[in-house]
């Protein structure tokens, strides 16, 4: 493999990728997004991962070998790409021909990315059979090492059943996650939570989701949706009321945005809340669809984006966001009833992966909710949208580690898949193609742990201005996952096909990564493409 890769060489290539980077994103700059989609699409998947790889960088250069080793071969690959950028659609990006990375920098890059670095990456892994030891400071490694064992020895067992059955989360799960604290780790202590911070919550959520993506690492998304909400715009009265009771366990939550008609472009939302009164109670009567509402039917209470003003001119202006209480179903199909006529039924939506909590379309008919139920009450209306994007940046960063930790999955089990499997009279490591598919798949796994890491950091120091950053963490490690379980699969032969293998799990499994928290596209156009654009 040779010398191992200089930290200093490749800060020093990054650094031009980023004066790249610099002159594309200005050049873009005062005209509309919508008129140059696919180039903002382009830049934001370049600045992504080159963030990625400063990060990776920051943290690989500090631990050493392996991590120091994928770190180098990341930032060549990034290099690779500002390449191609320039070469194939600089003229799009106001990039003159030969205004590429320097010729040191493709040096390093031709360097970084010599197969035997990658193909010696992945004899590695496999010897470890893919463990992550990341070294982390030791209170988060003891976060992480008592999140694994309970991932390893309690939800792990049971993953294949939920999934293939397509039952519901167990109810043992949300016990032990509540006696561990695992659903206040963003609340306040003075509201019972533990307020860990997004990092250990990152770690938590990345070890259940390594275990199972929808029986136990997406739980405590929800919560913390509605935990961010609450604390960003919630009355003090609300927040003593709710949040004690979602840190405890106690109450499940479902969040409901999405509509039929409605996916990505939040601020359409039409389902309604009017004013209303229930036997001399002053509150607001729900009524309208929603869709996609995930663990609706075992949820306690829903967070629900409604259209408090009429007015379509409003647009975003007119949303409100509410706590709607509810009864707890078991199944595929609920239905609620209120002693006034109101009525709250549910149909889960058949899918094929991400299985375990189910994710319903709802029908809200004059469902009838107390005043207190708006989040800020009276001065919370016509805040909800401003409420919701908050929460989806919180959403969006523990989906980074959702995503992580199905790759981490992946890569463990392709490792001993291919220490085990024998063909032509050797270990499938043996060859030099699995070595360098295996080795890569633990770098891009590498790289989308460092941006979500790097995110949650910054979201402990400002939550606001971290958003578009949280954003990017979804946006690189939903296609990681994506990419390395179909890798996986590939290095399992007709096996990863069968249900018999935890592989064909995690590929169904992956594919919803990209889309909910806010589609692909979105956030790299309006998110993430707005934020470069300022």
């Known amino acids: 493999m040779g010398e191992p890769l200089s930290a200093d060489q490749a800060r020093g290539a990054l650094e031009g990728v ?22 903002v699409a382009r830049l934001t998947e370049l600045y ?14 500090g631990a050493g070998g392996i991590h120091a080793e994928m770190a180098g071969i ?20 106001g990039l003159e021909p030969g205004s590429g990375p320097d010729a040191a920098a493709l040096a390093f890059a031709r360097e970084a990315q010599r197969s035997e670095r990658a193909c010696a990456v992945g004899v590695q892994v496999a010897r470890s059979r893919g463990r992550n030891d990341a070294p982390i400071d030791e209170i988060m490694a003891q976060v992480r090492d008592a999140v694994r064992e ?15 059955e397509d039952l519901l989360v167990p109810e043992e799960f949300i016990r032990e996650m509540s006696d561990l604290g ?7 202590e003075q509201y019972g939570g533990t307020e860990m911070g997004n990092v250990a919550m990152c770690i938590t959520t990345e070890e259940l989701s390594r275990a199972s993506l929808a029986a136990a690492g997406s739980l405590i998304t929800r919560p913390e949706i509605l935990t961010k909400a609450l604390m960003a715009g919630g009355t003090d009265a609300q927040k003593q009321a709710w949040l004690p009771r979602i840190a405890s366990g106690e109450l499940m939550v479902g969040i409901s945005v999405t509509e039929p008609d409605v996916g990505s472009d939040v601020a359409s939302v039409k389902c309604r809340a009017t004013r209303s009164t229930l036997d001399g109670v002053d509150g607001w009567q729900i009524d309208g669809p929603k869709a996609w509402c995930t663990f609706a039917g075992r949820a306690d209470i829903l967070a629900v984006l409604l259209r408090t003003d009429p007015d379509p001119a409003k647009a975003a202006r007119g949303l409100s966001l509410f706590i709607v209480p509810k009864e707890r179903h078991d199944g595929h199909e609920f239905e609620c009833t209120q002693p006034g006529g109101g009525r709250l039924s549910g149909k889960a939506d058949a899918t094929p992966g991400y299985r375990g909590m189910h994710s319903f379309t ?5 469902w009838f909710v107390p005043g207190d139920c708006l989040i800020g009450e009276e001065a919370g209306e016509g805040r909800g949208f401003y409420l919701q994007m908050g929460g989806f940046a919180a959403g969006r960063l523990q989906t980074g580690a959702r995503a ?3 790759a981490q999955a992946a890569v463990e089990r392709t490792a001993e898949y291919v220490n085990d499997r024998v063909q032509f009279g050797r270990p499938l490591i043996d060859f030099q193609l699995t070595q360098h598919r295996l080795g890569m798949m633990a770098t891009q796994t590498a790289a989308a742990r460092a941006i979500t890491y790097a995110a949650a950091e910054a979201m402990d120091v400002d939550e606001r201005a971290a958003a578009p950053y949280a954003a990017q963490a979804k946006l690189l490690a939903c296609d990681v996952a994506v990419r390395v379980t179909q890798d996986g699969q590939l290095l399992h032969g007709g096996w990863g096909y069968a249900e018999e293998y935890a592989i064909s799990r995690y590929v169904v499994d992956a594919q919803v990564l990209p889309i909910f928290e806010g589609v692909k596209p979105t956030l790299q156009l309006k998110v993430v493409g707005r934020a470069l654009l300022g």
């Open 18 to 39: 980023a004066a790249i980077l610099d002159r594309a994103i200005e050049h873009a700059r005062g005209r509309d997004i919508d008129d140059q989609q696919v180039e």
């Open 74 to 93: 990341w930032a060549g690959h990034v290099v690779g790409q500002a390449q191609c950028l320039v070469a194939l659609h600089g003229a799009e990006h």
């Open 404 to 406: 992580t930790g199905l």
């Open 48 to 61: 992504t991962e080159h963030r990625a790889a400063l990060d990776l960088l920051a943290y690989g250069s």
């Open 150 to 164: 309970f991932a390893d020895l309690e939800v792990a067992p049971r993953a294949e059943r939920i999934h293939r």
């Open 362 to 366: 709802l029908s809200f008919e004059r």
């Open 182 to 188: 695992y659903f206040g780790m963003s609340i306040p």
